[in-house]
């Protein structure tokens, strides 16, 4: 029994080491990765913050779970190694998910500052814009062909008149 709860313990230790040396690379590496889209370093330091809670938390909670699962290899060294391989599959595996939250984070803040940027630009189009119109606008209003002599006489004439022709 001696040898099980040192080996348990062992696995706690090394498992909760693991587990804070990774979520502190993703702490540090998701922060420079969020300032590059958050004007405020301090947003990007909370948002980033919020992601690797979760994540120290899911692995943990795994690792509890992990811990108590008895996998019975024969000797006590080959179950706690087994344990760990578990953990380190567990540990990329969530990995992998917070580098993904922390990139559709990413993307998501980015199509949102390039639909601000583009709402402004829009706003300072039109409000200075010659009454015409912009002559740099993208949009062009289509020419007006000269009325031929027959349209100018219509356009010249009162509703009467032409109901009498």
Do not use: W
């Amino acid at each position: 029994m001696a040898a099980d709860a040192g080996s348990y313990v062992m696995f706690l230790i090394v498992g909760v080491v693991l587990v804070a040396v990774d979520g502190q690379l993703i702490r540090r590496s998701g922060t420079t990765y969020l300032r590059a889209v958050y004007p405020d370093s301090k947003v990007a330091d909370s948002v980033n913050q919020l992601i690797t809670v979760v994540f120290h938390l899911a692995t943990l909670g795994v690792l509890a779970l992990i811990s108590i699962v008895d996998v019975d290899l024969g000797s006590p060294l080959e179950s706690a190694v087994a344990k760990l391989g578990i953990l380190l599959l567990v540990l990329a595996l969530a990995h992998g998910i917070t580098i993904g939250v922390l990139a559709k984070v990413r993307a998501r803040q980015q199509v949102q500052v390039l639909d601000e940027e583009l709402t402004a630009a829009r706003v300072e189009d039109h409000t200075h814009a010659p009454a015409g119109g912009n002559a740099n606008s993208p949009i062009k209003k289509p020419a007006q062909e000269p009325a031929t002599g027959t349209q100018a006489q219509r356009t010249a004439q009162t509703p009467a008149e032409r109901a009498t022709r």
